[in-house]
């Protein structure tokens, strides 16, 4: 009400976030190297204040002709002729080209050239991207030298249709995206809570395949040459780390997740969800996870639709998805990719985060070495198979992750894993090791 401001602390760091307690006494938080460290002041108006040195300041005063050099408040700026019109904003009318460049893709593991194209407005709301490349190599049949991939995005929905489907990680195998045939395919997502960590997603797509030989999921798997697809499903994830973290420490995450597929004749219902919670370990930056999965498909067993696939832990030697996979629901390391099928599953992951490994002299200022980051983990899978038979899985294995930086802003992880799967009755574990590069 005074207007005044009168100093109750005094650190050479700051406090932050204070909260009065009912003894008159504040809970404040101090800025230190180990982080937001709390402590307990009175609030008592202060004037026993150093005295701070500014030497702008000292400058000035020593040369006062620069007081005639600033340029003054923005506010006495006249933005009125700046404008030069009042209208409502058109995404689509806005878009212009952004971007294009000559790109190499993978399909069936064989290079393809081609050309990408990039449209967008000003403020992104709308995006129109095509790519259109060719295989000039290999003995694949002149139909499918040809691969085209087109989709539309806005706000929450995006269209997409790809004919021959390559992708550039192909050629960094052993996980396959491309697939022969056509696809056309609706998406729809939409943030119900934004308010990070803490974040509530609903999605849910519709597409039609045409001309598969593989599943879209399942590289491994023989498809119906013609699918209709409907799937949706709502996400929720809370989780946290501390201050000097290099994952998730702490929180929950949830997702369930139902559709049906239909091909031949018959349609194939299936429903699956997931929850993920970690606790903090006493020792700094580590925690423990456990990822629980539980699934069933509908339809008839000895079609390839009845059914979901696991295996391997599905890491490309190059590529642009989050390093530790073996938490995802399909990842199952010390088996091969899609060895697994199931009618039904439950599915346990343990995981142990160890606490990173820092590097203070490791590279030079255009390549050096952040941090190591190793982790130990552990599952278990019970499962009714196409066969109406029941398994028992296990498996156990150990990743770290080296984090690096290139040309001093650009991070990667170079991810070096083992995992050793046992199996049961006819379903063979292995060993397993895992190399990858995730880039930008």
């Not at 933005?79 to 993978?106: F, N």
Request: charged share 20%; aromatic share 12%; no cysteine.
């Amino acid at each position: 009400a005074t207007q005044k401001h009168e100093v109750l602390s005094n650190a050479s760091t700051g406090f932050f976030r204070p909260m009065l307690r009912p003894d008159g006494r504040l809970l404040v938080y101090e800025y230190t190297g180990q982080g937001l460290t709390p402590s307990l002041i009175r609030p008592e108006v202060r004037d026993d204040l150093a005295a701070v040195e500014f030497l702008g300041t000292k400058v000035v005063n020593s040369h006062p002709e620069l007081k005639q050099w600033g340029v003054g408040s923005p506010a006495k700026v006249d933005l009125e002729p700046l404008i030069l019109k009042r209208d409502m904003y058109k995404a689509t009318k806005r878009m212009k080209l952004a971007a294009s460049y000559p790109v190499i893709e993978g399909y069936k593991q064989k290079p393809a050239i081609g050309y990408y194209l990039h449209f967008e407005d000003p403020l992104q709301f709308h995006q129109l991207s095509a790519t259109v490349s060719v295989s000039p190599f290999g003995t694949m049949p002149d139909k499918e030298r040809l691969h085209a991939d087109i989709s539309y995005k806005s706000l929450n929905w995006k269209l997409r249709y790809w004919h021959n489907d390559a992708d550039i990680y192909d050629l960094a195998g052993p996980v396959l995206r491309s697939r022969k045939g056509d696809a056309f395919i609706i998406s729809y997502e939409k943030a119900k809570i934004y308010d990070p960590p803490r974040q509530l997603d609903v999605f849910g797509s519709v597409a039609g395949y045409f001309g598969l030989e593989q599943l879209p999921s399942a590289q491994n798997v023989q498809s119906p040459k013609n699918i209709y697809s409907a799937e949706a499903g709502v996400r929720y994830t809370n989780t946290t780390q501390s201050l000097g973290g290099v994952d998730h420490e702490k929180g929950v995450a949830w997702r369930v997740i139902g559709g049906a597929d239909h091909a031949d004749g018959d349609t194939f219902p299936h429903i699956w969800g997931g929850v993920d919670y970690g606790i903090p370990l006493p020792i700094s930056n580590s925690s423990v996870w456990a990822y629980a999965q539980a699934g069933v498909a509908g339809g008839k067993s000895e079609s390839p639709l009845g059914a979901y696939y696991f295996g391997s832990f599905r890491n490309n030697y190059v590529d642009n998805r989050p390093e530790k996979r073996y938490r995802e629901m399909e990842s199952f390391p010390g088996f091969e990719i899609d060895q697994i099928a199931a009618r039904k599953f439950a599915k346990l992951t343990g995981e142990v985060n160890l606490p990173p490994l820092r590097f203070e002299e490791v590279g030079t200022a255009a390549f050096f070495l952040t941090h190591a980051r190793p982790a130990l983990f552990g599952g278990t899978m019970l499962l009714r198979s196409p066969g109406d038979r029941s398994y028992r899985l296990f498996n156990v294995g150990a990743q770290v992750d080296l984090g690096f930086t290139v040309v001093m802003r650009l991070p990667m992880v170079i991810s070096l894993g083992v995992g050793r799967g046992f199996g049961d009755k006819d379903i063979d574990g292995r060993t397993e090791f895992m190399a990858s590069l995730k880039i930008l």
